[in-house]
């Protein structure tokens, strides 16, 4: 596959990588897995100073207006330096819900200081019977007057331990599946009736519990008509996918270029490990499959780009599929390939091998899209 950067996109990503190496290494991640907080408010204000925050909002939404791919370059550099950032949580979710769906004002209120890293959002529609599936919505959230009244459970709300406001998907109406019925509200964090219980991944970001019970949002904090949100939190679930695609893209690079440099300085038996044969094929095949998560990702953000929901919902489970078989097998043979030390938590690879899996178990494992490309028009109307 043929991809090249044109020359504002190349100054993108040399301003990321140039930004990373000098103010957020990897041992800043290793040290912010023991903070409450999980990164640093100091840092998102930087980014949002810099306009990546902004990168994939149009100007009308008070943003830069760039494209998906413009974003995948900036995901590709943070993820290869795991930068715990929210940027996923925040912008590609919450925050595109809130700019599809939110009037002017709301997004001036609520948007807008996200973008310039003042606050953060956070999305909240996961539930324990949902298995992945966006559309599976049991919160009710039933019209009472001026406001409503949200009773149900989102489980796994990344970042919202911290979000300074919550996008609640709830059903105002229909069946747990259906397209219709869904509704997003804006919901600040901790508001009564709408306790947080802070989760710890294992790749030593940061989640939440959330409880509705007896929450009441003025119709004021409704997002959007009145259960029109369905096709938009499908998209920002797909965009979501493509965005950890494109941090694993970074993670599979830095991880082996951590594992070739090793295999170049241990030895064993008087001489390099990296003059071994059968480590070379090995290496060999850690790039093959980097080179196939980034041909996919790539796809994937020009896709979304494009905007055919089709050819990107295929797209980017296409990419998410491969990021499954590919980032798994990158890390796996780095953890193997680096020997005792490579199990140790004082090795940095051990941090990419947690982040992968967070990454691959992340808007739908490998098996999910695999199904889903299976069930695609694109897929079932032939290549």
């Known amino acids: 596959m043929h991809f090249s950067l044109s020359a504002d996109q190349q100054l993108l990503k040399d301003s990321v990588a140039s930004f990373v190496k000098r103010q957020s290494p990897i041992t800043r991640a290793r040290e912010l897995r023991r903070d409450p907080l999980g990164y640093s408010r100091d840092t998102w204000a930087t980014l949002g100073e810099l306009g990546w925050l902004g990168l994939p909002f149009s100007e009308a939404q008070g943003g830069l207006g760039g494209s998906f791919v413009d974003l995948s ?25 809130v700019a599809e769906l939110g009037t002017e004002a709301q997004r001036a209120e609520h948007l807008a200081p996200v973008v310039a890293g003042a606050r953060t959002l956070a999305l909240a529609h996961t539930e324990r019977d949902g298995r992945y599936d966006p559309l599976w919505v049991s919160t009710t959230a039933a019209r009472r007057g001026d406001s409503y009244a949200l009773d149900g459970e989102k489980i796994f709300v990344l970042g919202g331990h911290d979000a300074d406001d919550l996008v609640v998907v709830a059903r105002t109406s229909g069946a747990p599946g259906e397209l219709e019925g869904l509704t997003a509200f804006l919901a600040p964090r901790g508001a009564p009736g709408v306790p947080v219980s802070p989760l710890g991944p294992i790749d030593g970001r940061r989640a939440a519990h959330v409880t509705l019970r007896g929450a009441s949002l003025p119709a004021s904090a409704r997002l959007g008509d009145e259960g029109a949100a369905g096709p938009v939190l499908s998209q920002a679930l797909d965009r979501a996918a493509a965005a950890a695609c494109a941090e694993g893209v970074g993670l599979t690079r830095a991880v082996l270029e951590m594992t070739t440099a090793y295999l170049c300085t241990r030895e064993q038996f008087g001489v390099k490990i990296g003059s071994f044969q059968a480590l070379q094929h090995r290496a060999v095949d850690m790039f093959i499959e980097t080179e196939l998560v980034k041909s996919a990702s790539i796809r994937a953000a020009i896709a979304l780009d494009a905007g055919d929901p089709v050819e990107a919902a295929w797209a980017v489970s296409l990419a998410k599929a491969q990021l499954g078989v590919g980032g798994k097998y990158v890390v796996q043979q780095a953890i193997q390939l680096h020997g005792g030390v490579g199990i140790t938590d004082e090795h940095d ?21 695999v199904a889903r490309v299976a069930s695609s028009p694109r897929f079932t109307a032939g290549l």
């Open 73 to 97: 370059i900036v995901l590709e550099e943070l993820g290869a330096a795991l930068v715990p950032e929210p940027l996923i949580s925040s912008i590609v979710l919450a925050g595109h819900v």
């Open 349 to 369: 690879v051990g941090l990419y091998f947690k982040r992968m899996h967070a990454l691959m178990s992340s808007f739908g494992d490998e098996a999910h899209h």
